[in-house]
């Protein structure tokens, strides 16, 4: 045990940084006289994870017991973080707190837990301290812009200390991507499709990757291309890009498979669907340490239920999606909403109208909270113009959110779009007071909640400022107040402050009125004689509302005057002159007969056509009654059914 030391340590004095093979061979050897040599075994554990054979880490260091893993706590922590064992690394790094690398770590960790917040924390204290190694620097910038935009796809890009990209940014490929990631979640697609152009040129042009490298580096900046030219709807150019795209050599499995949705997405014209999805449902199962985050498995769970119903099994994914909602798990609020739309379309067999309606409103009484399936009978009603039962079902859907004990049910009750469509139908049908009651609540929901929805504050700040009222007035300065505070920087927030302090008798808000822009400045290039001549046409939406409007789903088409042939008409047939009304009766029933003969005369002069007829009604008694004509001077007509006299 005494020589194995001192020969290890010639070796590794004589040995290549690099040549962790050699001194893994050492190490063997050295084991095989002196098993229990902790030294030697922690020199071993370090060569194996600088060859990234972590399993084989692993297990040395359970064969070393647990001094061993006292002894080598940062190097148990990171195999076991790349193993994809995350709460017991983080478990061990939080037991290491001055060490450096043990923050690195543990801010991987959390990164890798969807912890975004801590992980930024983490890097932006480390940021803050002096770097011990060289290109530490350039390191936390890549994680902390790595950070930041995960932070942006979660929804909690309030956090985020850095949402514009410098110009250190757009030196190294790496910082370029993770600018353009950020850029992609809040919707800045221009944007981002400047920073990915430069990400890919930084990474096409770097001398330090091989071309191997280069391909897998510049793999992930490709689906991201892909992606935003699908949002764009640039169908042309994404079509192309994706048929460059290729996998061959990828070790990272989770970007092969975005990049597989993305290409099966890109198609410009409609794909076979059951080549698409079967070509999605051979991708393999993701390692342990290669996973999705949570919002892109749920991305992916719906787009493969999504190839599911184009292929026709609607059973399997009713009983999936019902599978899923009724499970109590840590599903984000979208999602479940999206499970629940597509749940909807899978009951109503992918029918819109009154055959979609008429198969999924009895749904309601079962799941009376289910955003989701409320928002999709309204989508449903506002295809057939239908938006007084539209605003009736988001009315009834706030109520039962308002009296349910569920906390959840508490955010979705005032959650933005939900609140939003309310609007949006009141506006359409006219009713400014309940816009401006529904705004005024969920912004005091929110207003004292750590992640502010501002979208909804801007809107119910707006809406709140035109009204007469004080209490009104009073609550916009608390809104305005509020963003303010948050966003120092934002023009709405400026605005809207200065807007709420001028009613007040001393105004507090100098500086803000000079940041903003002067008016002069504004209305700049504006003829305002030539609006006023012109004049503001104005409509009224109560105008609007009066007009009868076709829905598009009820609708029948009126059938077809059919068109007599000529051949059909009379010969002296005239449009303008009115026909006989008594054209259908035989000639002898008509009024204008006239019979021809005495004969046919004194027999018409019996008939009764339009007069009184004389009766002559015997006793009744005497069983003789009979009906007799009145006879005229010659000739004489005997009982019905008499016989006949016979010639003299």
């Known amino acids: 045990m005494g020589t194995a030391a001192p020969d290890l340590s010639a070796l590794l004095k004589r040995a290549n940084i690099d040549d ?81 690398g043990a923050k690195h770590l543990h801010a991987q960790v ?89 990400a890919k040129d930084l990474c096409n042009a770097s001398d330090e990757l091989s071309d191997a490298e280069k391909l897998a580096e510049s793999l992930p900046i490709s689906v991201q291309q892909l992606y935003v030219l ?89 009983s999936s999606t019902l599978k899923d909602l009724s499970s109590e798990s840590s599903r984000s609020l979208g999602h479940m909403n999206k499970l629940s739309v597509i749940n909807a379309a899978a009951q109503a067999q992918n029918e819109l109208g009154k055959l979609g309606l008429k198969e999924i409103l009895p749904l309601m009484e079962k799941r009376p909270t289910d955003v989701g399936l409320a928002l999709t009978i309204v989508q449903l009603y506002i295809l057939t113009n239908n938006h007084g039962s539209a605003l009736t079902v988001v009315e009834s859907l706030l109520n039962r959110l308002s009296s349910s004990d569920k906390p959840s049910d508490a955010d979705a009750r005032f959650a933005p779009g939900l609140i939003a469509t309310f609007v ?12 401006k009651a529904e705004l005024a609540r969920a912004a005091s929901y929110w207003r004292h909640k750590s992640k502010r929805p501002v979208s909804l504050l801007n809107a119910a700040g707006l809406a709140l400022l035109e009204s007469s009222r004080s209490d009104d007035q009073e609550a916009a300065r608390e809104i305005f107040f509020t963003l303010h505070n948050s966003d120092p920087s934002s023009p709405f927030a400026i605005a809207g402050y200065v807007a709420s302090q001028v009613q007040l008798p001393h105004v507090q808000a100098t ?14 290039g504006i003829d305002v004689s030539a609006l006023e001549a012109a004049g503001v046409p104005t409509t009224s939406a109560g105008d609007n509302q009066s007009l009868k409007r076709k829905r598009v789903f009820e609708e029948k088409p009126k059938p077809a005057k059919k068109r007599v042939k000529k051949s059909r008409l009379p010969k002296n047939y005239d449009p303008d002159k009115q026909p006989d009304p008594e054209r259908w009766l035989p ?23 339009g007069g009184i007829s004389e009766r002559v009604e015997g006793n009744k008694g005497s069983g003789e009654g009979v009906i007799q004509a009145k006879s005229g001077g010659g000739g004489g007509g005997g009982k019905k059914g008499g016989k006949k006299k016979g010639k003299k």
């Open 424 to 435: 949006s139908l009141c506006r359409h049908q006219n009713r400014r007071s309940q816009i």
């Open 110 to 198: 959390s990164y890798r837990q969807e912890n975004f917040s801590a992980a930024a924390d983490l890097y932006q204290e480390l940021s803050s301290t002096q770097a011990t190694i060289d290109n530490e620097v350039n390191d936390l910038r890549i994680n902390s812009g790595a950070a930041d935009a995960q932070l942006e796809w979660d929804g909690q890009g309030n956090l985020v200390r850095k949402k514009k990209a410098g110009r250190e940014d757009l030196e190294a490929f790496e910082t370029a991507y993770n600018a353009a990631c950020g850029s992609i979640a809040r919707g800045e697609l221009e944007k981002s499709e400047i920073l990915l152009k430069r």
């Open 20 to 100: 962790h093979e050699a001194v893994l061979r050492a190490c063997n050897s050295t084991l095989k006289k002196a098993k229990g040599d902790l030294a030697t075994q922690h020199v071993k554990t370090v060569a194996l994870l600088k060859l990234e054979r972590f399993d084989d880490a692993l297990r040395t260091l359970e064969a070393g017991g647990d001094e061993l893993k006292q002894r080598a706590k940062l190097e148990n922590a990171y195999a076991l973080y790349k193993d994809g064992k995350y709460d017991e690394a983080r478990a061990i790094v939080k037991d290491i707190p001055k060490d450096r």
């Open 511 to 524: 500086k803000e009125v000079e940041s903003l822009t002067p008016v002069p400045r504004l209305t700049a």
């Open 587 to 609: 000639l002898r029933d008509r009024s204008t007969y006239k019979p021809k003969g005495k004969k046919g005369k004194k027999k018409a002069e019996q008939l009764t056509q």
């Open 230 to 318: 699908i949002k764009e709807e640039k169908c042309l150019e994404a079509q192309k890009l994706a048929e460059e795209i290729t996998f061959v050599g990828t070790p990272d499995q989770s970007t092969r498979q975005i990049g597989q949705n993305n290409k099966l997405a890109s198609a410009a014209s409609p794909p076979n669907p059951y080549l698409s999805q079967r070509l999605f449902q051979d991708m393999p199962a993701l390692p342990e340490n290669d996973q999705f985050f949570r919002y892109q498995a749920e991305r992916m769970r719906q787009n493969s239920l999504a190839l599911d119903l184009f292929v026709g099994k609607a059973s399997a994914v009713v």
